[in-house]
Structures are given as structure tokens and as C-alpha cells.
């Protein structure tokens, strides 16, 4: 039998039961590989369930730096649910290696030629080593850990390491959890070959960076950009940011003093509610915001049209999911591109920013209440299932200590004492944004009260037609304003003059790299632009000018980014191909190569004319 | 379209402690129909405010969709203003008082706003008792889509058009009791001499003030057979403790039999003076104040004055822990953690 060789690059599976507190141990294996300076991104594929269904952890090793989903199965699979197992024997890759619990004999029709079975009696071991049912169970999963570190040749002092990180101020809890991987680690060194094909090796690709997950760099993002109003409502997978807003906040945002809060969270009956608070916060000068899923941008709808309108600072992250229901939910998608964009009645455009990873989750959350003061509108981070809940490799956090929170354009007591005339929504600038007041600044001036739609320059009220188009068009002028001050696109040039270019935002971004080396071993040298933005820069349009071919990289059914942008920069639908992976794991790079160079196989760049 | 009204200020007029004469404490003339209730509610707002010296821009006035909605344009012109989405401007009062803790809060709402659309949102600003003044401009009907029947409206009266009301009513004080409001009450926008007491105690109550006004619509609900037209109202209310309003600074002079009074004093050492009325009861007892409601309501009648009021209970605030400092002042010094912080984040995911 040929068995798969490989050093620092290969996939493993941990298929569990969920609710069997198998993530910490699986976790722990990650972050071993990561310290052993390794890059790793593991992967949770879980249900909407609490307790009992299977759930599987994938984590790629990948000293390259291939960061995105492999397609295909795991070179490795440690499978200790019995429930999936037909399908677990399944997904191992020719040559790889299949680690199970064999207390209980496997069933024969189960085996493979093509593989290597490693059966270890787990259950038995625990059986023997503990009383405690409790125990029984959990000290199974450290009990393969124990084991990977021998079949693997991991460095035990790291995992050692990391148990005495994970039970700091549980002392007593150490020795046990060590004890376990112990058991583990002799039983492999005495009954297999270790170590398999299949290792790890020390290596320096890790650097300073972290491994964290988007929801907890967005959650601090938040409270290093300054919000102190948070409204939400519990939803998979975005609550995770508030929580870790709130969890920091309690840390980081007591007022020496007093003891008391510079902040304020509220969990709201609902999303409506949950916006709404996030939206009378902004009104009134905080820094608010709220995080938020599929069906709660739906219940939002209403309130980011009235926010729209009113011109209220406000931001609003949305952890991207499949559709309505429970179920595909908790899997990943890039799927609410254009209900978010067009969000609301009436003609409504709204703001958009897409974090790749999860540093990008902490500096774009800061950025946006910046923007959303600037611009005075709705900020909507979008990322997703992925991003927000998998731990991915990333840059460390920094901050720049000099940098001072842009407020936008409010008027202070004196300044409005200063001013010959204070109205609302008076273009003074010409670009599109005016000046606002807090409400309790001034006795007299720079007071006003805030509608919708039917109101003239100084916020008085008015239905006639040509006070609502001379307010819609300076709406137009601000978004275009909007334009200049989002964060520009990524450029990745691999050639100038390459007639081909690939579009891409949010985590498709991970698999990137790997999708050029994969293209250019074809033969294809692509240019690639990452969007961060929309409303979309100057530069995009310049890039898809610039190219005959271009193609739409993303995560959901309906092309809706290349529908925005064909929609907003009138770009012939010809010339933008759709590759869209929707099945709600990340996407792969090789399932993104393929179809650019099925399609170029099919259509060369050259035929198509140029648009 | 409304227009601004004369600034011209009479020298005559009174002036309050801070200068104001009532004309400061107006808004833009009012566009709702002749005899609403409405503009009367707004009136005795205005009066209130006036009286109690209230800086006005120290107030913010939000409501959420309808015609008693578009009311807070009609009054209070120097303070601002949000008209919100019908039936969430609790949320956006709940934000906004997050946000900035130092300005009064007046949400302005109606039945269909506040009992239909926007129940839920009632519901839950109720219980997080934030610290606002909430009016519901009660008229059984939907004023600004013409006519169509409240869920506060009794069942067996008739519409306009005669339909007999088939749905049972909901009562906002009762479930504004039920869910722990902290002082309740309920008014006629056709007794301003009641309503403005009701209005000033409310102000500076400390906590989640709800009045519900029974405030007639002339033009879609005012026919005799509805129960919320100005005459059937007039004949039904029963007035149970009336209150008198003693701001903190004055003096209380007139005295009371003994058992005949009761004084409630609120956190800014104002007092709310109560004179049981013929079958008044213990307006600090909730369950008392639930019976009374319930129990005139089964007489044809509609319990009016305070119903219940408890101002030692805690506010939104208190709960949340919220710095006394508004939160919308605080900049970067004190809000971001800074670089150093980071050092021991980011090994914390090593
Ligand atoms: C989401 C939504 N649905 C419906 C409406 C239409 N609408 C406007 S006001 C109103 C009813 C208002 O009734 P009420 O709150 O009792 O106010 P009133 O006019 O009687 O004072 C309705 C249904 C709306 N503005 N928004
Ligand atoms: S329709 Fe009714 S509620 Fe509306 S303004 Fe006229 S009288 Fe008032
Ligand atoms: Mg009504």
C-alpha cells in the first residue's frame, strides 16, 4: 500500500459527538502544531445542536501558508463518534491514516485496503483510569492527543505547555490532563510505528503572529474604536462579537474611580429592538453598535432605511450564514451581499466593508465607527461563519496610541455660537455630508428634529418634491464621497499585462494564494484585486477596465457581488463570470482554479471582446 | 406643512425660574385636525415643562409613527427631536438614553404604536424600567391611516361605521403594572388639571413613567357609540387619587385630614400629594392598583390620576452599572485600552 509522505503539509479530521468537550482537546492539538511555529486554520463543521449530534474539526498544516479548506478528505481521520463513522472511514485519503477507538471491534465491511487503521482501546484505558463518568469521557479525547503527539512526533513539552496554560488557577487539574496525554503517548510509542508518514517538524513560518477567531478581534475592535452602546439578540454565528465586547469591556472600560461602566450593553427582545438601540445610541453621540446574522438583517431592514435617511452614525457586523431555519445555518456564506447593500424602502444604498482575516476583523470594526461618524450612515462590517468562528492565523493586534477617533462633522456649544446659520442637512462642504449637533448642546442653537424622508435643508418639515430630490441627490453625493474614504482594493499583480483578472473578498481571500501557485502551474498568470469596500473605489472599475476577462470569486448562489457590480458600475454582464461555491464550507482553491481554467478552456481571455 | 409661530414675546408673559416664558417651551403650530386630543396632551406638556423650569434642550422628545406620534413636532420646539419607525421608538429611546443619561427622555406614542406595532418593544422598555416619561395619546383608533380600530378599543363598542368590535382590549396600564413599571397613570387629554400634575411627577420621576391619556379623535372615533369620543369619556372617567404636585423648592402649605393624604416623594425631593378620592387605595400597593383598574373597568368606568407609583425601585442605569458620566463625552483617553493592552491579548492566543 502506498501511504501518503508528507512533512508540515496535510489535513486532519477529528470527527466527535458534540457536547463531549472534545473542542478544548482538539483545540489544544491545534495550537500545538501552531506553537511548534507552524501554520495551522482549523475548522469546526457543527450542528445547530447542544448535545448529541457529530460534529467534525478539520485542521489544515500547511507550512506553505494554504491557509483556505482543502478540498477533498483529511489525510487523517481520529474518529470517535460512532454515529459517523461509515462516513468518516470514507473521507481519509488513499495512503492516510485512520485512528479509532477499537474497545468495540470495528465492523470488517468497514475496512479499506487503501488505508492504514489504528485502533487504540480508548474506552478501555479510561475504563481502567478513572471512576468518575465525567472523567471517562472527557479524558478520552486528551487520551488521543496524547497519542497524535507520538504518531505525529509533535513536541510534548509544547503540549505539556499548554495544559499548564488552559488550568491556570485550577492547579489541581494539571497533572491529571498530563497523565492523560501520557497514556495516550505510550500506547501509540508501544503498539505503532511512530512516527507515521505523516509528520510534524519543528519550523519558524508562525512568527509573532495569533491564532484568534474574527468574532472575539471584532468584538475588541469594537472596544478599542471607542463604542460604548451595544444592542443585540442571540444568533449563530455573531454572538460571540457582542459577548466579547462585553467580555473585554469588563476588563478593560471600569472607571477606576467608581467602579462604574464606561460602557453599556443591552440584549434586546429582538433584532428590531437590538438596531434600534444601536441606532438612538448614534442620535445621540455614542459610538453604538450591533452584530447581527442573516435573519436578523432581515428584521433590521426597516430601521437601516430610517438610519439611511436620518444620517445616523451607526455600525453594524454581519456574521454571514446560509439561509432561514436552523441547520445549514451553521454553515458559512458570503449570501447577504445584497440585502445588505440595498437594505430598506425607498432608495437606499448602504455602506459595506469586508474583513479577510481576523486582524482585519479588529482594525475594520475600529475603522467603521470612524467611517460611520464621518459619513454619518450605517457601517455594515460583513464577514462570516468562517471568519467569525474558526480560529485563523493572523497578524498580532497592534494599535497606534497617536491616533484620535474621527468624530466626523459635529458642531460643540461654541462652535454653533460661531456659526452664521446652522442647518441640518446644508451642504457647506459639497461633499455630500453635513453638519450635526448632539441633542443637549446648545440652549438655541443647532437644534433640530429628526425625520425620515420629508424634510429641507434646516430639518424643517416639508413634502414637496423638490426639497425630497435635492436631498435624495446630495445622498448620491455622499455615497460617492463615501467611495474616497473606504478602504481602497488589495491589488495582486502577477503580471502586468494579464488580460484575465479574479475578483475576491471576505475569506475567499485565504484561499487566494494557494489559487494563483495553482494557476500559474497551468500556465495562467492572473491578476487579482481583493474588494474591501463597497461603494466601490475608482480603482475597481479601473481594474475590471483593465481586463478582458474577469472573474467573480465568491460564496453563494446568485453572483450578488458581480451583480452589484455590474448593477453600479454598468459593467457588461459578458465580461464578469460567476464562481460561486455556495455549499456552505469555505471555499478551496482548487475548486476556484478549476473553474477559472475550465472556463478559459472554453472561452480564451483573447475572444471575448473587450468591454 | 407646519410653520413657525411668532416669536414675539408678549412682556407680560410669566416667566418660569429660568427666564422661559411658556411661548419657549411651544413647537411649530400644529398640523392635526381642529379638537384633537393630541394637541391638548402636547399643551399640558408644554405647561408642564414650563412650570417645572426645564431646561428645554435638556430635554429629547422621540416618538414613533402616527399622528400622536408627529405630536413632539407640535411642542417642545428647542429640544431635539427624533421620529422614529412606527412602534420602536422604545429602542431608540433605550439607545439614546444609553448613550447620554443626563437629558429627560418624553417618548410621545399611540395605541396603534404602542399596542399593536409596537408591543413588543412596550413590553421590554417596561421591564429594563428605563428612565423616561412615556405617553400613549389613547383614541381607540388609527388616526393617521384613517380610521381603522386600536387594540385598545373596548370591545362591544362600534366603529364610525358601525362595526361592532369583536377583539378584547388591552389596558397598557395594567400590563405596564404587570411588567414593573414604576409609576403609572392614566389621564383625559380634556382635563388638563389633572393631567399636568400627572405630567410634572412623571418628569421627575426617576424610572419608567408611563400615562396613558385617553385623547379623543374628532375625526374618526368621536360618534356615540364609540367609548373613547370626548363625551363618553367625560362621563365615564372616575378620578381615583387625585394628585397635586409640589416641586421640591416649595413650601407645602395646605394640610389634610389625617388617612385622607398621602405624600410620595420623588428622588429630586419633589412631592406627589395625594387625597384618596371616594374609593382611593394604596397608589404604592401594585396589586391594589391592578384590582382598582380592573374593578371600575367592570363598571363601565375608567380609573383616572396615579395609579401607582414606587420611587425608591431602580432604573436601567442602576442595573447596567453605566457611569454617571454620559457616555457620548467620553473620548479615546478613557474609552481605548491603548497599544500596551494588546501585548497580553494577542499572547493569550498564542
Ligand atoms: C411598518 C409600518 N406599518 C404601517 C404603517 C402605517 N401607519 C402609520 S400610522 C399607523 C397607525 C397609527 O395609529 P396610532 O399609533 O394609534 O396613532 P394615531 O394616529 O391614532 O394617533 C399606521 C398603521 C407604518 N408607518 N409603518
Ligand atoms: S385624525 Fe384623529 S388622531 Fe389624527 S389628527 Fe385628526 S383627530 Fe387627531
Ligand atoms: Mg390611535
Redesign the pocket.
Known sequence: MKTINSVNEFVIRFANTNGTGSASANNMFAKAIFRMGVPVSPRNVFPSNIQGMPTWYDVRVSEKGYLGRRAGGADIVVAMNAQSMVDDVQSVEAGGYFLYDSTKEIDPQLMRKDITFLGMPISAICLREYNDPRQRQLFKNVIYVGALAALLDMDFDVLKGLIADQFKGKEKLISPNVHALELGYQYAKTNFNCPLSIRVQKSDKVGNRILIDGNTAAGLGAVYGGATVAGWYPITPSTSVVENYEKYCNRLRIDPASGKKNFAVMQAEDELAAIGIAIGGGWNGARSFTATSGPGISLMT?FLGLAYFAEIPVVLIDVQRAGPSTGMPTRTQQSDILACAYASHGDTKQVLIFPSTPTECFHMTADAFDYAERIQTPIMVMTDLDLGMNDHMSDELSWDDSRTYDRGKVLNAQQLEEVEEFGRYLDVDGDGICYRTYPGTHPEKGIYFTRGTSRNEYAAYTERGEDYVRNMERLNKKFRTAAEILPQPEMHSQNKGSKIGVVYFGTTNAAMDETFDLLRAQGQNVDGMRLKAFPFAKAVEDFIEQHDQVFVVEQNRDAQMRTLLMNELDIDPAKLIKVCNYDGLPITADFISTTILDHIAVAPASKVARG | MSYLKSKFHHPKLAKNDLGLTYRDYEGALSTLCAGCG?DAVGAALVQACFELSLEPHKVAKLSG?????KAPTYFLGKSHGFNT??GRMPSVATGASMANRSLKYVGM?????TAS?GMGQFAHVVRRRLDMTYIV?N?G?????KGQT?ATADKGSHTKKGEEILWSAIDLPTMALQLGATFVARSFSGDKDQLVPLLKAALCHEGFAFIDVLSP?VTFNNHATSTRSYDYVREHVEAGNIADFVPSREEITTKYAEGESKDICLHDGSLIRLHKGKDGYDPTDRFAAINAIEQHRIKGEILTGLLYCDPTLRDMHDFLGTTETPLNTLDEKTLCPGNHALAGINNSFR
Do not use: R
Not at chain 2, 409613527?65 to 406620534?69: F, K, Q
Not at chain 2, 406614542?109 to 404604536?113: A, C, I, N, P, W
Not at chain 2, 383608533?141 to 391611516?145: A, P
Open positions: 426597516e | 393630541h409613527i402616527g399622528c400622536s406620534s419607525v412606527h406614542s399611540g395605541d396603534g404604536d406595532i395619546a383614541n383608533v388609527y388616526g393617521l391611516t386600536a379623535c
